[in-house]
């Protein structure tokens, strides 16, 4: 019976920790603002993403000296974007940015929605920059206050679709936490072995962070899918995002697979030490 019930205990403690991992990753990187706003900087340094926003900024910097009636040309456009997002305030005001997007999606604003309902996301706050203002300058174009780019060619996305993460996420992400550990406690009181059942949840941590692996694999290709509601620049950006968004739930595996190895290399040395302290108190004395 005791057998039963310890293994019940490691069956929900492996379970519960396979949705702690998850849940807390996307808690601290995506629902998180500023977990989202650090990883939009950290890809800003991409210079894939640094070549897609230029492109984007010369395309856009175009137009509103178009509209201001100057022919510009392009080239001396994409020179002074590819300047400025080479530079070191484009990451800082690329996550600027990426938080204002991050507000359309977990809060219930409206404010990052044109009139069709399509998302998107301003980028004023790169025109702030010297070179780019000196260059709107010599066109005689004067920043705008707002210069909105769509994100979706669709409306399926609508303001504050995630705010139940924002409401909920923290409390969520703790709890499961919590659960994990007070499982593995239960666990460990359940069993005759301290030291096999902790490298049985060793064991745990392992399959877990071997299942996150697998379970990225599988799932790219959804994001793939859904990342297809994007086009061009935007699209370039996109891609360069969930790279270092699945870069960064590969780092959370590791930690998990190395505390999977650590509790595996414990429990072996407790079984081993208390098989030795066995065999002294079993010992005659000579």
């Not at 309902?117 to 780019?132: A, K, R």
């Not at 705010?163 to 659960?179: I, M």
């Not at 550990?181 to 877990?208: D, E, N, W």
């Amino acid at each position: 019976m005791r057998f039963v019930a310890t293994l019940l205990l490691w069956l929900l403690t492996t379970a519960a920790l396979v949705i702690a991992v998850p849940v807390t990753w996307a808690q601290h990187t995506v629902v998180s603002r500023s977990g989202y706003t650090a990883l939009a900087t950290k890809a800003a340094r991409e210079p894939s993403l640094q070549g897609a926003v230029a492109g984007e900024l010369a395309t856009q910097l175009n137009v509103l000296a178009g509209k201001a009636g100057y022919r510009t040309s392009i080239a001396v456009l994409s020179s002074a974007a590819d300047s400025y997002t080479g530079g070191a305030a484009f990451p800082g005001q690329f996550g600027t940015v990426n938080g204002l997007a991050h507000d359309w999606l977990f809060t219930d604003t409206a404010a990052h929605t044109d009139s069709s309902g399509h998302w998107v996301v301003d980028l004023s706050p790169m025109l702030t920059d010297p070179s780019i203002k000196s260059t709107l300058a010599g066109f005689g174009v004067s920043p705008p206050a707002k210069l909105q780019v769509p994100v979706t060619d669709s409306a399926g996305l609508r303001p504050g679709q995630l705010r139940v993460a924002t409401t909920w996420g923290a409390w969520a992400s703790v709890g499961v936490c919590v659960l994990v550990g007070l499982l593995a406690l239960l666990t460990l009181a359940a069993a005759r072995s301290r030291g096999k059942m902790l490298a049985a949840l060793g064991i745990s941590a392992l399959l877990v962070g071997a299942a996150g692996w697998a379970g990225i694999e599988v799932g790219r290709p959804h994001v793939n899918d859904a990342l297809n509601r994007t086009s061009g620049n935007m699209r370039q950006i996109a891609d360069v995002m969930v790279d270092y968004a699945i870069a960064d739930m590969h780092h959370w595996l590791n930690l998990t697979l190395i505390a999977g190895v650590g509790l595996v290399a414990l429990g072996a040395l407790a079984t081993l030490l208390a098989n030795v302290g066995r065999r002294v108190v079993r010992r005659p004395a000579s």
